[in-house]
């Protein structure tokens, strides 16, 4: 081992502690959740006797914590950024991380991995009886074996073979493991085990640390791969690819040929290959290396130049993740990058040209693009490139309906638009339009009011904002009204002239504007407004209208003076003052004829408007008044924006511009929620990032459960919602890359202390958030390694937010931030670019974080766990129907009771399955079926490489055959594999017959729609009863459609998963039968009737209903 210890050993790695919090936590509001994240260890009294530590000394992890000293004590996270429901967050204490590299020395190669495990390391070993033992393990020196101390037992037992190793497993994914009673105490990311013997036994080990568990993984696998060659293969891979660029690179800067290059030189050429590095940082690593070597000259030798490259641009994260797809090689050929794109980052069709082009565009080295290699330079530059952007580049364009009505979009809206500062002193300016307008906003605000020479001006009435001339502004609005988008613009005119200036303004719209204002007027028997579609290129006005009747050149209409309304907020006479009668304005005809669409009418209460507003007019709510309507009548707020435009607009206490949280008027379903868009913060962020998911264009389809006539949705709902499958969010902060310090804490050094929080915004069901431990003074290239899960209950509506905030800050805590609509994450490993306060691209600042999104959890214990594998059928929670007390349709109601059932059965018992052959396949319920057969596939071969069992590709359901003898184990898999297929088959034959049946009850059911007022009448039905009524209608129908789209959604579930497990045999070699091109669609020949939500009508309104996408 003398070379390797030239080579450098590492002293026993202290990594940051990690761990994922129990679903227990998980279960508890964002408030109550006592984050257990920052403690990888397990509490004392788990501990077992004859542990090197007793009860009276500290474990590793309370030394850690003891050694933080002042810091150590009980804290409130400081967050300046989050505003929630003002509650203040629960006290936590703060955590270290302890860097195993004191002097930035980076674990970058398998002989760094290999010198760490001879030294040794501390880990945990698991037990299923729950006990914990703390033993020290370490390889020996020849590498032929694993050891551990202290021991009962003789020295030549407590150890492991390493040829006798068949598998080491990531994570808690063994019986050990999800048996033991500490299973919801031990982080996800630094258990791991080592499967060895015939009986393929498990010894499962929890380190203080995932960059430890991460090292004996790599360490080991290497070993299993080359045995007794490791040493070689080491010191053959040290001529790699990266030394072969590098030399290139440098003899290109050598233009003298002297071998040397001036450290200017060197700091500007690793500077050019790794932008986010300080130039002052490289200087600083080539001085402390040549002070190292006592070298008198500051000229860099081609070995210098690549060592400090080596020790500044060698990510370990990522170099762990690419050893593990590179089969233990130095570099990724093609199969082994088509499994990573494939498996882990979800790219469908890969094919080997994929994997070329990959290679071709991102690798560094000639020689790699000349071989079809990508090594880990190429690697990084793959994951750190757009294609690995979390967001999904399908929603950078228009992806959603365009069809629907206008009132079925949340429509991007900004408030005060002119102004650029406060509402109350703040200079008023056009660029205030333009930025609105360049950010796709859709629905703009425009004050006006009477000016000198008979010009109107913009401004906010009875404050002290600046002027703007209006012409000016229809000028800025012509300019850029459709720059960022072709759908419609909505200016909201809240007009305070007198006639004479409102000519002028007519003078302007119609010169200006011409023919992009829609004038005509809505047809009397339209029920709903035109779509974005229709209206493309359009300008529609907002304002008040006069009687169809008025034949006068002018009449009169009632003020809308939000500016009023705040001056009266601010005149300390204001609470002695008497409602007054509604003022009123004269009004221009011609100007009310160019309102057509977007009539201004007061709101009264929700019967009145059921039963008189017409689609084309709109209310608008103040902030307040609305909050009350979202409380005391969630339903009937979601059923009013079904058919009109609701638009609310901040409290006139906002005088400082501050932002109301749009998140609780887009769960009613309010479509127009104008912000102040010069007010950056949390609040702007969540507008931002919403309006992102299609093209920016700002129009965002509802969610279909806001859309439908008939269904039910209360906007305070804090359960899951009727018809939909919650969806659970599995996110890995695994590092971040040049943070830079707050912008606002100028005193402070560069040095910063990250900790990242990610927010989950939605549904009161869906709010929550969890945070990572400090990594202290460092901001380069902090590694979190946590593991975080929550539960998404209407997806369409959740929103994630990614913060990084400084722990140890002077007057600005906040780094940067990223906000991202659910249904826009990417899976896989995905690069996250950070933001500044005010929404600017932060340069070369960057989270690592892995994205898995599941519909089921799996392991642990059954009672412990929601949305748990293990429900049998007793436990099992069937969807009921209500009784409405109308006979008939009670009657029609019970025969959907049993199809009800079978489809909860058909998916459930497919789930379990699933989940069951994931658990056996030593992997979580994040894992896909691809990633399944991957893993499966090296305990399928046997000693001379020849399957033991291989997949018969020719039959619709791929079956295993036997090929030779197996081992027990793999007869649980294969046994398990049978029942995941049977189940699979099971559904698909039988789903049709069941989804038919569900879909005739709800056409059965919808007959009584339109009588239903009549038939509860007639049954004695009234006051609250009868309102019960109609709501239990309203939810058996919601009831029918969610549980039928499930069954669809199952059904395509199913046949994606026959397709991953044909091409994954494919892949590994181990098919019977088929082709690369064969695919599981022929389960599908059959003719049969497409699973489609029947309309809620049989004629009449099929325009209205939501098309598949």
Same mark, same amino acid.
């Given at each position: 081992?003398?070379?390797?210890?030239?080579?450098?050993?590492?002293?026993?790695?202290?990594?940051?502690?990690?761990?994922?919090?129990?679903?227990?936590?998980?279960?508890?509001?964002?408030?109550?959740?006592?984050?257990?994240?920052?403690?990888?260890?397990?509490?004392?009294?788990?501990?077992?006797?004859?542990?090197?530590?007793?009860?009276?000394?500290?474990?590793?992890?309370?030394?850690?914590?003891?050694?933080?000293?002042?810091?150590?004590?009980?804290? !409130?996270? &400081?967050? #300046?950024?989050? =505003?929630?429901?003002?509650?203040?967050?629960? +006290?936590? *204490? %703060?955590?270290? @991380?302890? /860097?195993?590299?004191?002097?930035?020395?980076? !674990?970058? &190669?398998? #002989?760094?991995? =290999?010198?760490?495990?001879?030294?040794?390391? +501390?880990? *945990? %070993?698991?037990? @299923?009886? /729950?006990?914990?033992?703390?033993?020290?393990?370490?390889?020996?020196?020849?590498?032929?074996?694993?050891?551990?101390?202290?021991?009962?037992?003789?020295?030549?037992?407590?150890?492991?073979?390493?040829?006798?190793?068949?598998?080491?497993?990531?994570?808690?994914?063994?019986?050990?493991?999800?048996?033991?009673?500490?299973?919801?105490?031990?982080?996800?990311?630094?258990?791991?085990?080592?499967?060895?013997?015939?009986?393929?036994?498990?010894?499962?080990?929890?380190?203080?640390?995932?960059?430890?568990?991460?090292?004996?993984?790599?360490?080991?696998?290497?070993?299993?791969?080359?045995?007794?060659?490791?040493?070689?293969?080491?010191?053959?891979?040290?001529?790699?690819?990266?030394?072969?660029?590098?030399?290139?690179?440098?003899?290109?800067?050598?233009?003298?040929?002297?071998?040397?290059?001036?450290?200017?030189?060197?700091?500007?050429?690793?500077?050019?290959?790794?932008?986010?590095?300080?130039?002052?940082?490289?200087?600083?690593?080539?001085?402390?290396?040549?002070?190292?070597?006592?070298?008198?000259?500051?000229?860099?030798?081609?070995?210098?130049?690549?060592?400090?490259?080596?020790?500044?641009?060698?990510?370990?994260?990522?170099?762990?993740?690419?050893?593990?797809?590179?089969?233990?090689?130095?570099?990724?050929?093609?199969?082994?990058?088509?499994?990573?794109?494939?498996?882990?980052?979800?790219?469908?069709?890969?094919?080997?040209?994929?994997?070329?082009?990959?290679?071709?565009?991102?690798?560094?080295?000639?020689?790699?693009?000349?071989?079809?290699?990508?090594?880990?330079?190429?690697?990084?530059?793959?994951?750190?490139?757009?294609?690995?952007?979390?967001?999904?580049?399908?929603?950078?364009?228009?992806?959603?309906?365009?069809?629907?009505?206008?009132?079925?979009?949340?429509?991007?809206?900004?408030?005060?638009?002119?102004?650029?500062?406060?509402?109350?002193?703040?200079?008023?300016?056009?660029?205030?339009?333009?930025?609105?307008?360049?950010?796709?906003?859709?629905?703009?605000?425009?004050?006006?009011?009477?000016?000198?020479?008979?010009?109107?001006?913009?401004?906010?009435?009875?404050?002290?904002?600046?002027?703007?001339?209006?012409?000016?502004?229809?000028?800025?609005?012509?300019?850029?009204?459709?720059?960022?988008?072709?759908?419609?613009?909505?200016?909201?005119?809240?007009?305070?002239?007198?006639?004479?200036?409102?000519?002028?303004?007519?003078?302007?719209?119609?010169?200006?504007?011409?023919?992009?204002?829609?004038?005509d007027s809505p047809k009397l028997e339209d029920c709903y407004l035109p779509s974005p579609s229709e209206l493309k290129g359009k300008i529609l006005l907002k304002g008040k209208k006069l009687d169809t009747n008025c034949t006068a050149s002018e009449g009169e209409v009632t003020d809308e003076d939000e500016g009023a309304e705040m001056s009266q907020r601010m005149s300390i006479e204001s609470t002695e003052q008497q409602t007054n009668a509604p003022k009123k304005i004269p009004l221009l005809k011609d100007l009310s004829d160019l309102v057509t669409l977007c009539k201004s009418v007061e709101f009264k209460d929700f019967p009145t408007s059921f039963q008189k507003q017409k689609p084309w007019e709109l209310c608008s709510f103040n902030?307040?008044?609305?909050?009350?309507?979202?409380?005391?009548?969630?339903?009937?707020?979601?059923?009013?924006?079904?058919?009109?435009?609701?638009?609310?607009?901040?409290?006139?206490?906002?005088?400082?511009?501050?932002?109301?949280?749009?998140?609780?008027?887009?769960?009613?379903?309010?479509?127009?929620?104008?912000?102040?868009?010069?007010?950056?913060?949390?609040?702007?962020?969540?507008?931002?990032?919403?309006?992102?998911?299609?093209?920016?264009?700002?129009?965002?389809?509802?969610?279909?459960?806001?859309?439908?006539?008939?269904?039910?949705?209360?906007?305070?709902?804090?359960?899951?919602?009727?018809?939909?499958?919650?969806?659970?969010?599995?996110?890995?902060?695994?590092?971040?890359?040049?943070?830079?310090?707050?912008?606002?804490?100028?005193?402070?050094?560069?040095?910063?202390?990250?900790?990242?929080?990610?927010?989950?915004?939605?549904?009161?069901?869906?709010?929550?958030?969890?945070?990572?431990?400090?990594?202290?003074?460092?901001?380069?290239?902090?590694?979190?390694?946590?593991?975080?899960?929550?539960?998404?209950?209407?997806?369409?509506?959740?929103?994630?937010?990614?913060?990084?905030?400084?722990?140890?800050?002077?007057?600005?805590?906040?780094?940067?931030?990223?906000?991202?609509?659910?249904?826009?994450?990417?899976?896989?490993?995905?690069?996250?670019?950070?933001?500044?306060?005010?929404?600017?691209?932060?340069?070369?600042?960057?989270?690592?974080?892995?994205?898995?999104?599941?519909?089921?959890?799996?392991?642990?214990?059954?009672?412990?766990?929601?949305?748990?594998?293990?429900?049998?059928?007793?436990?099992?929670?069937?969807?009921?129907?209500?009784?409405?007390?109308?006979?008939?349709?009670?009657?029609?109601?019970?025969?959907?009771?049993?199809?009800?059932?079978?489809?909860?059965?058909?998916?459930?018992?497919?789930?379990?399955?699933?989940?069951?052959?994931?658990?056996?396949?030593?992997?979580?319920?994040?894992?896909?079926?691809?990633?399944?057969?991957?893993?499966?596939?090296?305990?399928?071969?046997?000693?001379?490489?020849?399957?033991?069992?291989?997949?018969?590709?020719?039959?619709?359901?791929?079956?295993?055959?036997?090929?030779?003898?197996?081992?027990?184990?793999?007869?649980?898999?294969?046994?398990?594999?049978?029942?995941?297929?049977?189940?699979?088959?099971?559904?698909?034959?039988?789903?049709?017959?069941?989804?038919?049946?569900?879909?005739?009850?709800?056409?059965a059911a919808m007959e009584f729609h339109e009588n239903l007022h009549d038939l509860a009448v007639k049954e004695g039905l009234k006051g609250r009863k009868l309102h019960k009524a109609v709501e239990s209608f309203t939810w058996n129908i919601t009831i029918l459609k969610g549980q039928a789209d499930l069954l669809k959604h199952a059904r395509s579930e199913v046949q994606e998963n026959l397709k991953q497990i044909h091409y994954s045999a494919l892949t590994c070699n181990l098919s019977k039968g088929g082709t690369a091109g064969g695919s599981s669609g022929s389960t599908d020949s059959k003719s049969r009737r497409s699973l489609e939500a029947i309309p809620e009508k049989a004629t009449g309104e099929e325009e209205l209903t939501d098309?598949?996408?």
């Amino acid at each position: 081992m003398a070379e390797l210890e030239e080579d450098g050993r590492l002293p026993p790695a202290h990594f940051g502690h990690t761990a994922v919090p129990s679903d227990e936590a998980a279960g508890k509001t964002h408030c109550e959740v006592s984050v257990l994240n920052g403690d990888c260890g397990i509490s004392e009294n788990m501990m077992c006797p004859g542990s090197p530590l007793t009860p009276g000394s500290q474990t590793g992890v309370e030394a850690a914590n003891t050694s933080v000293g002042p810091d150590a004590k009980s804290d !409130i996270p &400081r967050r #300046s950024s989050i =505003i929630k429901d003002g509650r203040q967050r629960k +006290e936590r *204490k %703060k955590t270290v @991380s302890f /860097s195993s590299m004191p002097t930035e020395k980076k !674990i970058s &190669r398998v #002989s760094d991995c =290999i010198n760490a495990m001879v030294d040794g390391s +501390e880990l *945990k %070993k698991v037990r @299923s009886n /729950s006990r914990v033992y703390h033993r020290y393990f370490l390889l020996d020196a020849d590498m032929q074996s694993l050891r551990w101390e202290p021991t009962k037992k003789e020295s030549e037992k407590a150890k492991i073979d390493v040829k006798s190793i068949k598998e080491v497993r990531t994570g808690k994914n063994t019986d050990t493991f999800r048996t033991n009673g500490t299973y919801d105490q031990i982080s996800e990311d630094c258990a791991f085990s080592i499967i060895f013997g015939e009986n393929y036994e498990s010894l499962d080990l929890v380190a203080n640390t995932a960059d430890v568990a991460n090292i004996w993984v790599t360490g080991l696998r290497y070993l299993i791969s080359y045995g007794k060659h490791t040493l070689n293969m080491i010191e053959s891979s040290q001529n790699n690819l990266r030394s072969s660029w590098l030399s290139d690179l440098f003899d290109e800067d050598d233009v003298n040929h002297n071998k040397q290059i001036a450290i200017y030189a060197a700091v500007q050429l690793i500077k050019k290959l790794n932008p986010g590095l300080k130039n002052v940082k490289i200087e600083l690593k080539f001085k402390e290396l040549h002070k190292a070597q006592d070298k008198s000259g500051s000229d860099v030798t081609k070995e210098e130049f690549a060592e400090v490259f080596h020790d500044l641009c060698t990510r370990p994260e990522i170099y762990f993740l690419f050893v593990q797809f590179s089969s233990n090689k130095e570099f990724l050929d093609t199969k082994d990058l088509m499994i990573f794109l494939e498996a882990e980052q979800g790219m469908a069709q890969v094919s080997e040209d994929t994997s070329l082009n990959v290679i071709h565009k991102y690798e560094p080295s000639k020689e790699g693009r000349l071989k079809g290699w990508l090594s880990l330079d190429g690697f990084s530059n793959y994951l750190m490139s757009a294609e690995c952007h979390i967001f999904d580049p399908e929603h950078k364009s228009v992806c959603q309906d365009m069809n629907q009505p206008l009132s079925h979009y949340y429509i991007n809206a900004s408030h005060n638009t002119y102004l650029i500062e406060d509402q109350f002193r703040g200079p008023s300016d056009v660029t205030g339009y333009i930025r609105a307008l360049k950010m796709g906003c859709r629905c703009v605000e425009l004050d006006v009011w009477d000016g000198s020479d008979n010009e109107p001006v913009i401004y906010t009435g009875h404050t002290m904002t600046s002027q703007i001339v209006f012409r000016s502004v229809i000028d800025v609005i012509n300019k850029y009204a459709f720059v960022a988008s072709e759908f419609p613009l909505i200016l909201c005119l809240e007009n305070h002239c007198s006639v004479k200036q409102q000519k002028v303004m007519f003078q302007h719209l119609k010169k200006i504007l011409g023919d992009r204002i829609h004038v005509d007027s809505p047809k009397l028997e339209d029920c709903y407004l035109p779509s974005p579609s229709e209206l493309k290129g359009k300008i529609l006005l907002k304002g008040k209208k006069l009687d169809t009747n008025c034949t006068a050149s002018e009449g009169e209409v009632t003020d809308e003076d939000e500016g009023a309304e705040m001056s009266q907020r601010m005149s300390i006479e204001s609470t002695e003052q008497q409602t007054n009668a509604p003022k009123k304005i004269p009004l221009l005809k011609d100007l009310s004829d160019l309102v057509t669409l977007c009539k201004s009418v007061e709101f009264k209460d929700f019967p009145t408007s059921f039963q008189k507003q017409k689609p084309w007019e709109l209310c608008s709510f103040n902030e307040v008044f609305a909050t009350r309507c979202a409380c005391d009548f969630p339903g009937d707020f979601v059923n009013y924006n079904k058919k009109f435009l609701a638009r609310v607009y901040p409290s006139p206490m906002r005088i400082d511009s501050s932002n109301m949280n749009p998140q609780d008027f887009w769960k009613c379903g309010c479509q127009i929620v104008a912000m102040n868009y010069q007010t950056p913060g949390l609040m702007m962020d969540l507008n931002i990032g919403w309006f992102r998911q299609n093209g920016n264009s700002g129009y965002v389809l509802r969610p279909a459960i806001m859309r439908e006539q008939v269904s039910y949705f209360s906007a305070n709902t804090k359960d899951s919602v009727p018809g939909v499958s919650p969806q659970l969010l599995h996110i890995k902060i695994i590092s971040g890359q040049n943070f830079p310090k707050p912008k606002g804490s100028g005193a402070k050094g560069d040095v910063v202390d990250p900790y990242v929080y990610v927010e989950i915004h939605g549904i009161p069901a869906d709010c929550a958030e969890q945070r990572t431990k400090t990594v202290h003074q460092n901001g380069d290239n902090p590694l979190f390694d946590e593991s975080f899960e929550f539960q998404i209950n209407l997806p369409e509506l959740a929103m994630v937010r990614f913060v990084v905030l400084d722990d140890d800050y002077i007057g600005d805590e906040f780094i940067g931030q990223y906000t991202i609509p659910f249904e826009c994450l990417q899976p896989g490993f995905r690069h996250v670019p950070l933001q500044s306060l005010t929404g600017e691209l932060l340069p070369h600042t960057l989270l690592f974080v892995h994205v898995a999104i599941t519909n089921r959890r799996g392991g642990g214990k059954p009672h412990k766990r929601g949305l748990s594998v293990r429900k049998g059928k007793k436990s099992r929670e069937y969807a009921n129907m209500r009784v409405l007390q109308i006979k008939a349709a009670d009657e029609v109601f019970k025969t959907a009771l049993l199809p009800l059932r079978e489809a909860t059965d058909l998916r459930e018992n497919m789930q379990n399955a699933i989940v069951s052959f994931k658990e056996l396949c030593g992997l979580s319920a994040v894992a896909n079926l691809k990633q399944c057969i991957l893993a499966l596939s090296p305990r399928l071969t046997g000693p001379d490489n020849i399957p033991l069992l291989v997949f018969n590709l020719s039959d619709p359901y791929p079956n295993l055959e036997l090929q030779g003898l197996l081992p027990e184990v793999l007869k649980k898999v294969v046994i398990s594999y049978d029942m995941m297929i049977q189940t699979s088959k099971t559904l698909l034959e039988s789903s049709d017959g069941v989804y038919e049946r569900i879909l005739q009850t709800q056409k059965a059911a919808m007959e009584f729609h339109e009588n239903l007022h009549d038939l509860a009448v007639k049954e004695g039905l009234k006051g609250r009863k009868l309102h019960k009524a109609v709501e239990s209608f309203t939810w058996n129908i919601t009831i029918l459609k969610g549980q039928a789209d499930l069954l669809k959604h199952a059904r395509s579930e199913v046949q994606e998963n026959l397709k991953q497990i044909h091409y994954s045999a494919l892949t590994c070699n181990l098919s019977k039968g088929g082709t690369a091109g064969g695919s599981s669609g022929s389960t599908d020949s059959k003719s049969r009737r497409s699973l489609e939500a029947i309309p809620e009508k049989a004629t009449g309104e099929e325009e209205l209903t939501d098309e598949e996408n």
